[in-house]
């Protein structure tokens, strides 16, 4: 890269550069990629710093260009012998080669090239304060992003001392830079260095994973020196890595590769490898996603609204602990991923929640998305008395440890919602909605009382002494049939009418049923607000007919004469 300093303090850096050499950026690498212990989630401290791939033994290296502002230099011919060799290689742009030469730009980074951020204008960072330094990064991104590009968190300092510092690195990951990506060795095709003394340095300083440092600009001789560089290095019987794959090993390493690298949904590493504690995991983040690791389940990816949710939720370090799936097609265009315990279900519609424990075994025996329920549209949520909930676009399951989970849906779950859900005076579902006996009618029962509907009737609550009465007669299988309200209150009492007759329940009385002609006879004289008063029996079978008992007289139904006679 040219250097915007005057020609004393450019020959100064380069001398500094050189002595501190190979050896010194090998230190560089012992140090800067041991990853610290974390926790898993949690952002790094510092930015890594890559002056080789992770992998030092096989025979790879990575090509980069640095680019100032001076001249654009023959990007044509650069890309073209890229093109031609399938090689990705690194553009450590700055911002002010991006803006004043954004064709260029466009070009390099749009055939597929990694943008790495070297500040907007090539200051010594260690002569900066860290606001400054942020300034650099964040005026050098905004015209990336102008243009459509980010670097995703990957960044290049202008010289060497910056690699060195720790506060420059720490200021890099503090603003979410977590690539420091250095270099291996300089061509100092820059300095107008003949293209024998390149290849020179190629052959004297390559190694297993080195980055290679070149520079595009008009008087650089790299770009002449290209062709022949990429030649010897096959000679030597080395490759050639993306940069993205430079910054992977091991598990995870293949994992990405296996994902599809940087066109995997997770995009291109933003940052190195990072251990976690205590949970002796690992994971690295990704521009769209992150990539976690543990000894007994294997590597796993999340990204996306899933992923999103599980670092809300706290990532590895939260109940639902690591992945045991990457990130998975369900039904209805949707997506999941499992966890250790729980998953998190997406959908367009929905958006993405986590479902966990008892109320996630007992959606996945009802078909998980594929069942009644469909996708969840809630996270887990406490309920009433230690209870806890899902709610799913077609229902919900509640739980609780007296009950157990049971889910409640369609009309049945309307009518108790309206009763207050749980906090009501139905409390807890104690099954799921279940077909009626009749094969027409459907019913949810509950810890204080039911719910029976059918299509004829609605969708009505009976609950207490008035409900163990109508238990006692058969239920909906009896003659009453099925509640056509809700408990209510009467005078001196409460009251359930069903489709043959009403029950009618005070303390002093209990719960007594009245149908047909009587239950007629009762109602035209003014029901409880009569002078009968409540029901003190069932109707029952006398000689004459039938015959029902209140508290302060007696109805009659003859059979013969098909009359009713009203005994005070």
Known sequence: ????????????????????????????????????????????????????AYDTTAKVVTLTFDA????????????????????????????RYAEKFPDQTRALLGAGHKLINATYDHPYLTMQDQAQRWSEMDRAEAVFNRLGFSSAGWFRTPYRDGYLDPGVNRDLARHGYYVNYDWTFDTTGDQGTSIDAILARVRQYTVPGATIRMHLSDNSTDVAALGAVINTLRSMGYGFADPSLSVTRGVIGR????????????????????????????????????????????????????????????????????????????????????????SIYFSPATGAHEVHGIIRD?????????????????????AEGGGRFNHFQDGSIYYSPATGAHEVHNVIRSRWAALGWERGVLRYPTTDETPAPDGVGRYNHFQGGSIYYTPATGAHEVHGAIRAKWADLNWEKGFLGYPTTDEYAVTGGRAGTF???????????????INGAILGQYLQLGGPDSRLGLPVSDEYTVPEGRRSDFQHGSILWNTATRTATVRP
């Not at 501190?20 to 949690?42: E, I, K």
């Open 1 to 52: 890269m040219t250097e915007t300093v005057p020609p004393f303090r450019r020959r100064s850096a380069r001398r500094n550069g050189r002595r501190l050499g190979v050896l010194a950026t090998a230190l560089l690498l012992a140090s800067g990629l041991a990853p610290a212990a974390r926790a898993a989630g949690a952002p790094p401290e510092t930015a890594a710093v890559f002056t080789r």
């Open 68 to 95: 100032d502002w001076w001249s654009p230099g023959d990007t044509n011919a650069v890309l073209n012998m890229l093109r031609d060799n399938k090689i990705t290689a690194g553009f450590a742009l700055t911002g």
């Open 255 to 342: 994992k990405y590769a296996d994902l599809g690298a940087e066109h995997s949904p997770v995009g291109t590493p933003g940052s190195a490898e990072l251990a976690a504690a205590p949970s002796h995991g690992a994971e690295q983040w990704y521009q769209g996603g992150r990539i976690f690791w543990r000894e007994d389940l294997g590597a796993h990816e999340v990204h996306g609204a899933i992923g999103a949710k599980y670092f809300t939720l706290g990532g590895p370090d939260s109940f639902l602990s690591y992945p045991v799936t990457d990130e998975t097609e369900a039904a209805d265009g949707g997506r999941l991923n499992h966890f250790v315990a729980g």
């Open 362 to 382: 007992k959606w996945a025996t009802l078909g998980s998305e594929r069942g009644l329920l469909h996708y969840p549209t809630t996270d887990e949520t406490a």
């Open 499 to 513: 489709q043959g007759g009403i029950v009618y329940f005070s303390p002093a009385t209990g719960a007594h049923e």
